[in-house]
């Protein structure tokens, strides 16, 4: 089954937002909680923890990805096995993305040789920039890993395609020496029609395309994972969308155990963009004045309390420090549970890389909780690629796969708390700064 972020589509009016003294109020309430806009100091342990996690993760886009496309396979089996057949072998273009940030992170920490990866990299963005099939520099979601053929009669998506090209512009400047890879993700990032990709509206960037019906209904109008996406096309130099673009979609206020934030549902919409984009020390400057990375502090305190509030509901399931849920692969398919509010197919599992993806914003409590969870269920759901993509914890059941996307997070995320290096590259691409102070994000 595809394992496609999900979105919501529902158009919270402007007035309901929450006001500056509200967030004075919270970023005051998580002034000790702060680490990660910062350096964080890790220990010993820790480093060995997150060096061991984030080895692992990358093993996954290194042996995952296509030899001769690039491309990263949606999925894999835990333990590794490679599967080349039917469903097995389709590729997402997100994933792909992912992969190619891994590959700078593999070279710095000299995992592989960093020749190696420089030959991926320009494997992969020689075959979107010249083979892959593409509208108007928009990708489609899901394509068979070998041949780059459209799986599943997917839709041409934005936000995949935006997760992609964050990959390629990483690359860009990580291998900025390399002239044959700096011309090919300029290419690819140059072709992106931004503005067709606004279907007659302004400012509201659609969903996707589909070659048998069109524009997909739905628009990016509300608090997403899309962010990113946005930045690249208020920042692009052939196809800029108007900066007014970035408040054109609406904000939803949530107040949860003290907590109050944009809520964006599935934990890794908050998530997401922050992998690449740095909105440390940043806030935009129209009413409610919000900081992005504050807001995605506050997220992942209140879904930690979310959790524990599960616990006479899920007996042996949340504790202190075994918690997360987020959209994943469960008994009965991909379901993009989530809470506060409860979604209703909530049954006790966790999903590790809801902690994971936001090692970046509140190390303290999410390295706690990955390394109890290691500790307390050990092989059963540790493996070749670190954890599972979910398990029970007490009736037994882990998912036998992994996910690229889920890997992905917890790559970027360990690797920005460590090093802040993931944020580093992708910063000297003076499209997206450009992008930011145009859009009113100011520097505090």
């Known amino acids: ?29 998580l002034a000790l909680q702060r ?43 835990t333990d590794g096995r490679l599967e080349t057949r039917g469903e097995r072998n389709i590729a997402s273009i ?32 020689r075959f979107f920039a010249e083979e892959a099939e593409h509208q108007r520099g928009w990708f489609y979601h899901f394509m068979d890993a070998s041949s780059g053929v459209r799986a599943w009669k997917c839709e041409i998506s934005s936000i995949d395609t935006a997760l992609l090209l964050a990959g390629v512009l990483t690359a860009r400047q990580y291998f900025a020496a390399n002239s044959g890879i700096t011309e090919l993700a300029r290419r690819i ?4 029609d931004f503005r067709w990709m606004l279907k007659d509206h302004p400012h509201l960037l659609s969903h996707g395309w589909k070659p048998e019906t069109g524009f997909l209904s739905n628009r990016w109008d509300d ?66 004045h919000i900081e992005w990375f504050e807001n995605s502090i ?37 379901v993009a549970w989530h809470g506060p509010p409860p979604h209703p197919a909530i049954d006790g599992t966790v999903v590790p890389c809801a902690a994971a993806g936001s ?18 269920f050990g092989r059963r759901i540790w493996g070749r690629y670190g954890f ?18 889920d890997v992905g997070i917890t790559l970027l995320s360990a690797e920005n708390v460590r090093t802040g290096n993931v944020w580093r590259w992708f910063m000297k691409n003076v499209e997206i700064s450009r992008a930011m102070d145009a859009a009113g994000l100011e520097r505090i």
């Open 1 to 29: 089954m595809p394992s496609a972020p999900v979105r919501r589509f529902s158009v919270i009016p402007m007035h309901r937002v929450v006001s500056r003294r509200t967030f004075g109020r919270l970023a005051a309430g």
């Open 35 to 77: 680490a990660a806009t910062g350096k964080h100091r890790l220990s010993t342990t820790q480093e060995r923890f997150l060096e061991d996690l984030s080895r692992r993760a990358f093993r996954y886009f290194w042996e995952q990805a296509d030899s001769r496309t690039g491309l990263v396979r949606d999925r894999a089996r």
């Open 94 to 125: 997100a994933a792909t993305g992912f992969g190619l940030t891994a590959l700078c992170i593999a070279a710095e920490r000299r995992w592989i040789r960093r020749e190696e990866a420089e030959a991926r990299v320009q494997l992969t963005l």
């Open 189 to 192: 990032y140059e072709r992106t």
């Open 223 to 288: 608090y997403s994972e899309h962010m990113v996406l946005y930045l690249m096309a208020i920042g692009s130099p052939t196809s800029a969308i108007p900066p007014e673009a970035w408040y054109a979609w609406s904000r939803e206020p949530l107040t949860y155990a003290g907590f109050t934030y944009i809520d964006g549902d599935p934990l890794f919409v908050h998530q997401y963009s922050h992998a690449w984009v740095d909105f440390r020390g940043r806030r935009e400057n129209r009413p409610p």
């Open 298 to 334: 506050a997220a992942t305190h209140a879904h930690r309390a979310f959790c524990l509030s599960l616990r006479d509901k899920f007996p042996g399931c949340y504790s202190e420090n075994v918690w997360g849920i987020t959209a994943s692969d469960s008994r009965h398919g991909y």
């Open 359 to 376: 090692l970046m914003f509140a190390p303290e409590i999410c390295l706690a909780a990955l390394q109890e969870m290691k500790r307390r």
């Open 388 to 405: 599972a993509d979910a398990f029970h914890p007490v009736d037994g059941w882990v998912n036998p796969d992994v996910i690229g996307i």
